[in-house]
Every structure is written in structure tokens, then in C-alpha cells.
């Protein structure tokens, strides 16, 4: 194993032409200089400098590890640089995946603050629905992973080797038509009350909540309607082609024409969170990633 310290010493024997000239070079010893160019021969395996007199000279062996001695420790000293820089957050890259009502309520403002406080760390952005998206961090397709899961729902625990950096509780509303019998309700509305009127479904994750909420109030939901696409659901609900449950978090960024938001008894609410591997939690640029997020759940 050839190592770098014992390369520099090499180069400076070859530039100055003897060990007490190359010690001067290097701040150190005229024995240290020997020690390490016998130990650079164990390691080769054959003499790298002839000793003769005062005057030294290299072997053909020794001027060939010479020539690529340069090349090896620039290489070397590039990476140093690239890593330090990385660690330093002046560099580096995130790739995020996040659900679409996150993308659009969350990631915005967690990348502005990010890219302003270090412009050097690049984030890339991909869309996908837990558990889709948590499959992609633990197969090395994503660094950080924006998720959420329903309290008390099946796969929570398939969340125990991850690092887990809770973000906000999103509760579940209602979306009825501007014109509905209970558009102008002020308080809660029970989710029963719902139970004869077409529905529009979200996606799928969502959907099957839906279903599990609305047969815990003893009905099944007749769904007309299904889409992942939120202002669809919401464009659908205006027009007064059926009623919805929507994430809160998913109408922050879009405006509900022709329809009203109901707060919905029982409350139905669902954790936000980001997720990554313990290992690229220490990772500079992932956890600032994951502070950005959470900075941009407080607001």
C-alpha cells in the first residue's frame, strides 16, 4: 500500500536531491526522511533510489513513481479540497422526494432558505406518495424523503431504521360545494352527515383512509370521482359534482373557488414528517436540509 505521506517525501528526495536536503523541505528530520522512503521500498518492493557518496540517484522504478507522484497527490489534494467543501456545506447535493401537498406548502420555503444560507448545495426534487417514496430512500434513490402516515394506520413501524424528524400535524377538512346545505356551517361538521353524497377521492393512501373514516361513522362512501391531482379534486367540488376530504396542508396553495372548507368531527389528522437514513443524517447538506423543513413547518 502505497501511501501519500510516503510520495511527498519521494518528490522532495528526487527535487533536492538528498534525505537532509528533502528534511529542510519538509520540516522534519534527515532520519524521519529515511525512514519513511526504507518504508516506500517495503511497500513497492524494489530500491527506489541508488546511494552513492553524496550523490543519490533514482532507480528506473524510482522515476516512474515520480512521474505519477504529481498526478496521484494532485488527485489527492482535489479530493481533500472537494470533501472539505462538501463538509462545509460550500458544496454538496440533496435529493429530495416529497408528496405533491408538501412540494407545494413545505419544500418552497425549506430550498429558499436553504440556497440563500449556502448557494453551493444543489437539491434536486422528485414527486412520490409514501410508501412509495420511502422505498426510494432505502434503495439509494432519494437523500431525504417527505412523508406522512395516520396515527394508529398500519406501517408505522416500518419506519424503525430510519431517522424520523417529526414536521407538523396536517388535520383532514371537508370541501363541500359553495351551495351545499352545509356551506355555511360555522362548526363541526360530523363526517355521517356526508354520507349520502357523491364523493371525490384523493389519492390512494388518502382514499383508503377515507374509506376506513367514513366506515367507523357507519357507511361506505359512494366515490364517483378519484384523482391525486388536489386542485382537480377541488375544481371537481366547485363545479358540485360531489364533496371531499382534503389535507389542510393541500389547500394552502390552492384557492377553493366555489367551495367551502368544514372542519370535520371526528378529527382526522396525519403526521408530517421528513425521513432519511442514519448514515446520511450526518451528511452537512442533508441535515441542513432537514432543519430548512422543519423551520418551514414552524412558520
Given at each position: 500500500?502505497?501511501?501519500a505521506?510516503?510520495?511527498?517525501v519521494?518528490?522532495?528526495?528526487?527535487?533536492?536531491?538528498?534525505?537532509?536536503?528533502?528534511?529542510?523541505?519538509?520540516?522534519?528530520?534527515?532520519?524521519a526522511?529515511s525512514q519513511?522512503?526504507?518504508a516506500?521500498?517495503?511497500?513497492?518492493g524494489?530500491?527506489?533510489?541508488v546511494?552513492?557518496?553524496?550523490?543519490?540517484?533514482?532507480?528506473?522504478a524510482?522515476?516512474a513513481?515520480?512521474?505519477?507522484?504529481?498526478?496521484?497527490?494532485?488527485?489527492?489534494?482535489?479530493?481533500?479540497?472537494?470533501?472539505?467543501a462538501?463538509?462545509?456545506l460550500?458544496?454538496?447535493?440533496?435529493?429530495?422526494?416529497?408528496f405533491p401537498?408538501?412540494?407545494?406548502?413545505?419544500?418552497?420555503?425549506?430550498l429558499?432558505?436553504?440556497r440563500?444560507?449556502?448557494?453551493?448545495?444543489?437539491?434536486?426534487l422528485?414527486?412520490?406518495?409514501?410508501?412509495?417514496?420511502?422505498?426510494?430512500?432505502r434503495?439509494g434513490?432519494?437523500d431525504?424523503a417527505?412523508?406522512f402516515?395516520?396515527?394508529?394506520?398500519?406501517?408505522?413501524?416500518?419506519?424503525d431504521?430510519l431517522?424520523?424528524?417529526?414536521?407538523?400535524t396536517?388535520?383532514l377538512?371537508?370541501?363541500?360545494?359553495?351551495?351545499?346545505?352545509?356551506?355555511?356551517?360555522?362548526?363541526?361538521?360530523?363526517?355521517?352527515?356526508?354520507?349520502?353524497?357523491?364523493?371525490?377521492?384523493?389519492?390512494?393512501?388518502?382514499r383508503?383512509?377515507l374509506?376506513?373514516v367514513?366506515?367507523?361513522?357507519?357507511?361506505?362512501p359512494?366515490?364517483?370521482?378519484a384523482?391525486?391531482?388536489y386542485?382537480?379534486?377541488v375544481g371537481l367540488?366547485?363545479?358540485?359534482?360531489?364533496?371531499?376530504?382534503?389535507p389542510?396542508?393541500?389547500?394552502?396553495?390552492?384557492?377553493?373557488r366555489h367551495?367551502?372548507?368544514?372542519a370535520?368531527?371526528?378529527?382526522?389528522?396525519?403526521?408530517?414528517?421528513?425521513?432519511?437514513l442514519?448514515?446520511?443524517?450526518q451528511v452537512?447538506?442533508v441535515?441542513?436540509?432537514?432543519?430548512?423543513?422543519?423551520?418551514?413547518?414552524?412558520r
Open positions: 500500500m502505497i501511501e505521506r510516503h510520495l511527498r519521494l518528490r522532495a528526495v528526487a527535487t533536492t536531491g538528498s534525505f537532509s536536503a528533502a528534511g529542510r523541505r519538509l520540516g522534519c528530520t534527515q532520519p526522511v519513511q522512503m526504507k516506500l521500498e517495503a511497500s513497492v524494489t530500491p527506489l533510489l546511494r552513492g557518496g553524496r550523490e543519490m540517484r533514482l532507480t528506473q524510482g522515476e513513481l515520480v512521474r505519477h507522484a504529481g498526478g496521484i497527490l494532485a488527485g489527492l489534494t482535489a479530493a481533500e479540497e472537494e470533501v472539505a462538501i463538509a462545509g460550500r458544496a454538496g447535493r440533496v435529493r429530495l422526494v416529497s401537498s408538501g412540494s407545494s406548502a413545505l419544500v418552497p420555503a425549506a429558499a432558505a436553504l440563500a444560507a449556502h448557494p453551493g448545495t444543489r437539491v434536486s422528485e414527486e412520490a406518495e409514501p410508501p412509495a417514496s420511502v422505498e426510494m430512500l434503495e434513490e432519494c431525504v417527505l412523508a402516515r395516520y396515527p394508529g394506520a398500519p406501517g408505522a413501524e416500518e419506519w431504521d431517522v424520523v424528524r417529526p414536521l407538523l396536517d388535520r377538512v371537508g370541501l363541500v360545494p359553495e351551495r351545499h346545505r352545509l356551506a355555511a356551517r360555522s362548526g363541526p361538521v360530523a363526517i355521517g352527515e356526508l354520507a349520502e353524497e357523491p364523493w371525490i377521492a384523493g389519492c390512494p393512501r388518502c383508503g383512509r374509506v376506513e367514513c366506515a367507523e361513522a357507519g357507511f361506505t359512494r366515490i364517483d370521482f384523482t391525486d391531482d386542485p382537480a379534486v367540488v366547485g363545479a358540485g359534482l360531489g364533496v371531499a376530504v382534503l389542510q396542508l393541500a389547500l394552502e396553495s390552492v384557492r377553493p367551495a367551502r372548507v368544514l370535520l368531527e371526528p378529527a382526522v389528522r396525519r403526521e408530517i414528517v421528513a425521513l432519511t442514519p448514515d446520511l443524517a452537512p447538506a441535515a441542513a436540509t432537514l432543519r430548512e423543513l422543519g423551520h418551514a413547518a414552524d
